[in-house]
C-alpha cells in the first residue's frame, strides 16, 4: 500500500448544495499533492472529510491506510492539519497552545514543554513570551498553526492555503517547510488558489470545480495542456492593440506557432483586454519569446507601456480547461 | 531521517504508555488545565462571576428587605435560597462558555487529534463546577456576616453543599445540550432570558403561601424550590411556612430527583450531540 491518501467518489451536500460531487484523488506516499480551485470549488470541504472533521455522505476515504469514518482515531494520529482558519486558542500564549497540544498528543508534560520550545524556535516566536495568540499579527498565528500542526511529525499533513496573507518571507518559510517536511517522508496535500504555489510545490495537481477534479497531473503536464507561460504586452495606443495581438503569435513560438495568426482569442491562445489595452499569448520558450517580441513591435513601429512574461494565472488554467462551458465562464467571471 | 525537519526529538505520538481510560483522563486533565489557564488570563472575569450572586444576596436582603409570612430573621430564609438560585444561574455561564468555544477555530484542531471526544466537555465541566463551589463558599461567607447561620451538623452541611452542586451538575449538562442545540450567540441570549423566570418562580425569595393557587403549585415543584426547601432543612433554617404540598413535603427527595433526572437525560444527549458535530 503506497499511497497515503486515497478519495474514491466522495459526495457531500449542504441541502441543495453539493460541496463535493464525487471527488477522485489519489497521492502517493512522500509526495505533496496540490488540489488547486476557485472559490467554493470544495476544497475546504474536501480537506475536512480527510482529515475526519466531517463525514462524506458516499465515497471511500482512506488515510494512511486506515478508513476516515471507521477509523477515525487512527486518522488522526497519523495527520496534521493546517486549516483555512485559525485552530488554536485566541486566549493562551503561543507556549500554551504548543505544550497543550503536545499533551493532547500524549507526549506526557515534560516532552511536550520541550517540544513547544523547539517549535515555537523554528518558527520565529520565541520571543512572544506570555503573549496571547490574539495579540499576535496574523501571520504569526499562521506560524503558530503550522507549528501545531507538527507536534508530531505526521504521515499525512494537510494544508488548506496555507500562505493565504501571509507576506512573501512568511510565504516562503512556508514553502521551505513543507519541502524538508516531504524529504523526511510525510505527504503533503495542499490546497492553494496560486498556481504559482502549486508549481512550486506539488509533484501532481487535481483541479477541481464543482466539487469535482476537472484535470489532474504533474505539473508538467498541466503547463503542456494549459500552454504554460503567457507574455503580456500593454501597448500605449489603444488602437494599436489588434496590430499588436496578430503579430504575437508569429514572435512567441518559433516556427510551430507561426500558423495561426488568424488574431484574436484563436485557437492559438491570444487574448486581448481593450480595456487595459492588453494583449496575451502563450510561449514555449522565455527568454526567446521575450526578445522577439520587443524586435517584432519595434519593426511594426508599435509602441509598448509594458511586456512581462508570466505563468497563465488560475483563472486562464479554468477558462480553458473549461472553453465551451459558458456558465462555467461565466461563473469564474464573477469568482474573479 | 527528520533531523532537518522538525528536530531530532519530533517525537511519534501516543507514545506515553497507558491504556485507553488512562489516556482519556489525561486528555481530562489537560482539558481542564486549559480552562484554568483561561482563567489565569481573565482574573477580573473569573471575579466578577464570584461577586455577581453576592450583589444579588445582598441586593435582595437589604433592599427589597423581608417577605411577609415569614417568621423570624429573613437572611435565615434568603441565603439559602439565594445559594439554589446561584446553582441554577450557573446554567446561563456554562452556555455562554459552550457557545463561544464550540465557535472557535481551535475546536476543529482538538477533532483532529487523537483524543478522548469527550475530553472538551469534561474540561468545561471541572472547571465550572470548581467555579461554583469557590461560589458557593463566598455566598456562605457572606451570609455568615449578614446574620444566616446554620443550625445543623456539619454532616447536614455537607449534604446541603453536596446537593447544590448537584443542582449545578444538572444546570451543567443541561447547558451544555442547550447551547449545542442553540449553536449560535444570539439563540443562546433567547434560552438564557428563560432562565429568570424559573429562576424567580421559586420559593428562593417569598413562600408560594403568599401567591396565587396555580402559581404556588407551579412554584413548589420547580426543581430549584425543591432545592431550596431541602437545603433549608439541612441547615436547619426552618421559617415554620414548609408548604403542605405533595412536593413540598417531599422536598428532599425531589431535590435528588430532579437533578438525576436532568443529569440522566441531558448528560448523554450533550456527548451524543458532541459526538455528531462533524455530520
Ligand atoms: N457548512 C456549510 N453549509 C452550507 N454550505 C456549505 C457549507 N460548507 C461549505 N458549503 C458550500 O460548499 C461549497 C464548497 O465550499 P468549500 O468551503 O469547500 O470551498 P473552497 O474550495 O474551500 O472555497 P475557498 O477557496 O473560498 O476556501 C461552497 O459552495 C460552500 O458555499
Ligand atoms: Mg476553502
Redesign the interface.
Known sequence: MTDAIVVEGARKRYGEKRALDGLDLVAARGTVHGVLGPNGAGKTTAVRIM?????ADEGRVEIAGCDARRQA?EV????G?L?Q????????SGR?NLE??G??????AR?AG??AD??LA?FGLADTGRK?VKQYSGGMRRRLDLA?S?I??PEVLFLDEPTTGLDPRGRAEVWE?VR??V????TVLLTTQYLEEADQLADRVSLVDHGRVIAEGTTDDLKARLGGDRIDVVVRDGAELVRAARLLPGAVGGTDALGGTDGVGGTDGVTVDADRRLASAPVTDRMEALTRVVRALQEEGIEAEDIAVRRPTLDEVFLRLTAGRTEDQNRMKEAV | ??A????A????????N?SRLV?AL??CW?MT??EL??WG??PVQVLVGLFFPVMMLLMFNYLIGGGKGITGDYAEFLVPGMFALTMVFGLDATMVAVTTDLN????????????ANG?VLVGRSVADMLQSFASLLVMMGVGLTIGWRWHGSLAAVAGAVGLLMLLRFAMLWLGIHLAMVAGRPELVTAVQILVWPVGFLSNAFTVPANMPDWLGAAVEWNPMSAAATAVRELFGNDPGVAGTSWAAEHAMLLAVLWPVALVAVFLPLAVRRFGGL??
Open positions: 482529515a475526519t472533521l466531517l463525514r482515531r488522526r494520529r497519523r495527520i492539519l486549516g482558519h485559525a485552530a488554536v486558542d485566541e486566549e493562551l500554551q497543550m497540544f499533551r493532547l498528543h500524549h507526549l506526557g516532552r520541550v517540544r523547539e517549535l523554528r496571547a501545531a507538527l508530531t511529525e517547510s524538508s517536511l524529504g523526511g517522508g510525510t | 531521517m527528520s532537518t525537519t522538525t528536530g526529538t519530533a517525537p511519534p505520538a501516543d507514545t506515553v497507558g489516556l489525561t486528555d489537560t488545565r486549559r489557564a483561561h488570563r481573565q472557535k477555530g481551535v475546536v476543529d484542531r482538538f477533532r483532529s487529534m487523537p483524543m475530553a462533524s455530520r
